[in-house]
């Protein structure tokens, strides 16, 4: 129960990843608050971390506005009394041509993968520097380290998750704060069920077949499960880690081995 009697944070907690991950932190000790735009997600991820013995606050949240990111730390504050660990989960796919991106495609994607995690961070961060401790850990991507012929505007939100996680690491490493990011591969969820057709129709091929494909280039030979990444956020968010800040771990079953 490495975790034990600290608070954290889950953005898009409701399904997948941030399901996972919330109830990780809760097997761990924490108390957790799922914020989450869908109000019967948050409320169904935070009755399954109650019954793991934790405390748990269901916050419906919109992570695109900044009121909404500065209320969603109020409100654990208030509840909770102070703020530990913020997981930045909160996440959207969309593919296209690069001749066909849009900017509204470009904006929506950017706002929530990338300006959310900032501003959640900013939001969170003088708690955690009145407390002198803190980590945060931000879901990016193996798509932030490499190019995508479809997918541009996702690659490009997740390389800036991984720049702005080593710079709120740098910036606030004297405040006794660690700030790491997880860059998942393939990862069965229902983000993954948009990206195969999406990137399947591009493609030419059926949504299972693009899988099909995909799954036979993954080194481990499976694809990943939303718990396979929560455990190394668990992981991230302990004191196991606590030499460990502004890092980028790969979490892709070998995808990418840089």
């Known amino acids: 129960m490495d975790l034990q009697g600290q608070i954290a944070i889950v953005t898009g907690g409701g399904r997948g990843i941030g399901r996972a ?4 932190l809760a097997r761990l000790g924490a108390d957790v608050v799922v914020a989450e735009l869908d109000k019967a997600g ?3 991820t935070a009755g399954e971390v109650t019954a793991l013995g934790r405390r748990a606050l269901a916050l419906p949240t919109d992570v695109t506005r900044k009121a909404d990111l500065t209320a969603m730390v109020e409100r ?3 509840a909770f009394g102070r703020l530990d660990i913020l997981v930045n989960n909160a996440g ?4 296209a ?3 066909q991106v849009s900017e509204d495609h470009w904006d929506a994607v950017l706002t929530i993968n990338a300006k959310a995690v900032f501003f959640a961070s ?3 961060l003088p708690t955690m520097v009145a407390q002198k401790s803190g980590a945060i850990v931000n879901l990016a991507s193996m798509a932030g380290k490499i190019g995508s012929v479809n997918n541009l505007p996702y690659n490009a939100s997740k390389a800036a998750v991984i720049s702005i996680t080593k710079s709120l690491a740098l910036a606030h490493a004297g405040d006794g704060i660690r700030v790491n990011c997880v860059c998942p591969g393939f990862v069965e969820t229902d983000m993954w069920t948009s990206v195969s057709a999406e990137l399947g129709a591009l493609s030419g091929m059926p949504a299972e077949e693009f899988t099909r494909r995909r799954l036979a280039s993954v080194p481990l030979g499976r694809m990943e499960r939303p718990e396979d990444v929560a455990s190394v956020i668990g992981f991230l968010a ?3 880690a606590g030499y460990m ?6 979490v892709d079953g070998g995808l990418v081995m840089h």
């Open 21 to 24: 991950t919330a109830l990780e």
């Open 122 to 124: 900013q939001a969170a």
């Open 238 to 240: 302990s004191s196991r």
């Open 42 to 44: 948050a409320e169904r």
């Open 97 to 99: 041509p690069t001749l």
């Open 92 to 95: 959207i796919y969309r593919a």
């Open 245 to 250: 800040t502004g890092q980028a771990l790969s």
């Open 76 to 78: 654990t504050r208030s």
